[in-house]
């Protein structure tokens, strides 16, 4: 078993609609939940971190972390064709090394 | 200001030679990571550089691998003996030496061994 887990999709949606995407980990040492999107043959863009548990948001962007139940969630609202992207979740730790784990990424299709 | 660049952008090899990838990081920022991006694994990290420390190889795959950082900047990331499995896009990111959960990616090596 991985240790970050993250359902690949693809998850299609129509554009406006609220995407949630969703990570879970193993890992109790994980105090950092990062969201990277990327772009076909690009590579990862930091979205945004959160800091243990929490929400953190960013326009249309919102992260969740529980780490009670070590899942963490990232929520898109009013989607754009633009969002169309694979969102991979990654985690570190200052006990799990300075290196990131990452989830296996979700790719999102947003339809015009 | 200028992102972490990587050359070559595409990288064609027989397999059993040797490559080379380069990465040039974010003025300023003190800690380079390189990573693997595969199809069948994901992204897997490989090393760390964090200053004037030994840098954390754990993640390297087999002693084929290997990487050194000259004047605490520039990164070359060396494969000898290329194999088939080998065949990924070898990203490089890199960090403020107190913010590792920031780290900032360059667009990548893709890697093709033939």
């Known amino acids: 078993q991985k240790e970050v887990e993250q359902d690949p999709g693809p998850l299609s949606v129509p554009e406006g609609a609220i995407v949630s995407l969703n990570c879970t980990y193993s890992?109790?040492?994980?105090?950092?939940f990062m969201w990277y999107r990327q772009y076909s043959r690009k590579g990862p863009e930091l979205l945004m971190y959160?800091?243990?548990?929490g929400n953190k948001e960013d326009g249309r962007f919102t992260a969740q972390v529980d780490k009670s139940s070590k899942y963490i969630s990232l929520f898109i609202r009013d989607s754009q064709p633009s969002d169309s992207a694979t969102y991979l979740c990654?985690?570190?730790?200052?006990?799990?090394?300075?290196?990131?784990?990452f989830g296996g990424g979700t790719r999102l299709m947003v339809k015009p | 200001g200028a992102g972490v660049s990587q050359s070559p952008s595409n990288k064609v090899t027989e397999k059993g030679k040797d490559v080379e990838l380069r990465c040039d990081p974010i003025?300023?920022?003190?800690?380079l990571y390189w990573y693997r991006q595969s199809l069948g694994q994901g992204l897997e990290f490989l090393i760390y550089?964090?200053?004037?420390?030994?840098?954390?190889k754990s993640g390297l795959p087999s002693d084929r691998f290997s990487a050194e950082r000259t004047g605490g900047s520039v990164s070359t990331l060396t494969i000898q003996r290329t194999q088939q499995e080998d065949s990924a896009v070898y990203l490089c990111?890199?960090?403020?030496?107190?913010?590792?959960?920031?780290?900032?990616f360059g667009p990548g090596t893709r890697l093709t061994v033939t």
């Open positions: 990111a890199s960090s403020s030496w107190d913010t590792s959960y920031e780290q900032y």
């Open positions: 890992n109790s040492a994980f105090q950092y």
């Open positions: 959160t800091y243990s548990s």
């Open positions: 990654a985690m570190s730790g200052w006990d799990a090394g300075n290196m990131l784990t």
């Open positions: 003025s300023g920022h003190t800690a």
């Open positions: 550089f964090q200053g004037n420390s030994a840098p954390d």
